[in-house]
């Protein structure tokens, strides 16, 4: 990526957020279900019980801000954010929680959940398309069905759902295969031949920790090392050899763990090459299948969703690699940047070279998912942060005091899997 033209002081930055989410309320989900599951989904909505206080159905802004197209638009471009990556948020029918943090369905489970997801990846074509080119959805898929994922896939697709898909991070005690195994080498193919990004988001993929006073701090303390598996799945099984124009996106797990995992995987592949180690014994024969090093894929196909970037991430921005950054603000979640968008972006970026800031904010996301960048700057010329303010250091006094988001904490964090 080319970062060396000159960017002037009164330039504006094309802002956009890697990592958002939304989805309709319960009852409009109803009208995006097949006829055929309309009784069930009445039953189930009348039993259900939102586990979620900010997700329950009310006229609540918090809540609102899901579906509310004019609502997110007034705030994301108040906070200078001309398009967005939408990862879903609400419940679909037939889930007792969120998608994110849900292992894979029983196959008991498995069809009226299916009919659930695809309601709201409808949903989703739909609300994108209120914004065309500023909203790249990112519909869901399930994998216990791999023709039903590969028909969903070539549907959302065409229905111009342009973030790609999301797939399960498969839990290490679920009953399906993992992401390895070459049952799912179609999938990969394609979405390579659409040129769909796969999406992998945190939160999921942490198995059944029991009912013990400890398991919600430990599932927590432990999203991001689960969140990293899919990576070395794909890696290793061979899938971004065999295809190297494939995209694979992961969000919200941190940033600052990038690095020592990739040298702690190139050593390891580097060890290898050693007649008789216990590396050659266990990965000899796959790493000899692959053309390139860990750290090698990373830089070719994959980008890293960077939620809560403060300075601590940047800091290690080259040795992740400056091209495969994509800011996000995670909007609407309490955890978000907003309404301190800026704040958070002088706090991260203000001593930072301005082309390597463009790409962080913007071009590396309009890269991966194809946004139209043209487009999208003529939009920014009124409304994008400019290049100076973003260069001023935020002041003790200017750090909000209600702030929740990661971003914001001055508190020095240490390199790791934590978020």
Not at 44 to 56: G, Q, R, T
Request: hydrophobic residues 40%; negative net charge.
């Amino acid at each position: 990526m080319d970062r060396t033209h000159a960017i002037t002081a009164d330039d504006r930055y094309v802002v956009i957020s890697s990592d958002c989410h939304a989805g309709a309320s319960i009852p409009a989900y109803g009208d995006y279900l097949e006829a055929r599951h309309r009784d069930d989904f009445a039953s189930w909505e009348a039993s259900f019980v939102n586990p979620y206080d900010d997700l329950v159905d009310t006229e609540a802004l918090q809540y609102r801000r899901n579906f509310d197209g004019a609502i997110r638009q007034r705030e994301l471009e108040a906070d200078g954010i001309v398009a967005e990556v939408v990862y879903p948020n609400t419940i679909p029918p037939f889930f007792p929680s969120g998608t994110l943090t849900l292992p894979a369905p029983s196959a008991e489970q498995y069809e009226l959940r299916w009919a659930g997801i695809r309601a709201h990846n409808r949903w989703l074509a739909d609300f994108c398309n209120e914004l065309p080119g500023r909203r790249a959805g990112v519909a869901q898929l399930l994998l216990n069905d791999l023709d039903d994922a590969m028909a969903e896939t070539r549907r959302v697709k065409e229905a111009g759902l342009f973030g790609g898909v999301m797939i399960p991070n498969l839990a290490p005690d679920d009953d399906l295969p993992p992401l390895h195994a070459p049952v799912y080498e179609p999938l990969w193919a394609l979405c390579e031949e659409l040129g769909l990004p796969v999406n992998m988001h945190g939160g999921t993929g942490v198995p059944n920790l029991g009912p013990y006073p400890a398991t919600p701090i430990l599932m927590f303390m432990e999203f991001g090392w689960y969140a990293q598996r899919p990576l070395l799945r794909l890696m290793f099984s061979g899938v971004f050899e065999r295809h190297p124009d494939l995209t694979f996106v992961m969000t919200e797990q941190g940033s600052s763990w990038v690095p020592g995992l990739l040298a702690g995987l190139d050593w390891a592949v580097d060890r290898t090459t050693i007649a008789g180690s216990v590396e050659e014994r266990f990965g000899g024969e796959i790493v000899r299948s692959l053309s390139l090093k860990p750290s090698e894929y990373w830089a070719r196909q994959c980008f890293l969703g960077a939620s809560f970037m403060g300075p601590h991430d940047c800091a290690v921005r080259e040795e992740t690699g400056v091209d495969t950054i994509m800011w996000g603000s995670d909007y609407p979640h309490s955890e978000g940047t907003h309404p301190y968008t800026m704040e958070a972006l002088r706090y991260t970026f203000a001593d930072v070279d301005p082309g390597e800031v463009r790409a962080m904010l913007g071009t590396n996301a309009a890269r991966a998912y194809g946004f139209d960048l043209d487009a999208l700057s003529r939009l920014a010329g009124e409304i994008g942060p400019h290049v100076a303010d973003v260069a001023v250091p935020l002041t003790d006094d200017e750090f909000p005091t209600d702030a929740l988001s990661p971003a914001l904490d001055r508190m020095k964090k240490p390199v790791g899997n934590i978020s």
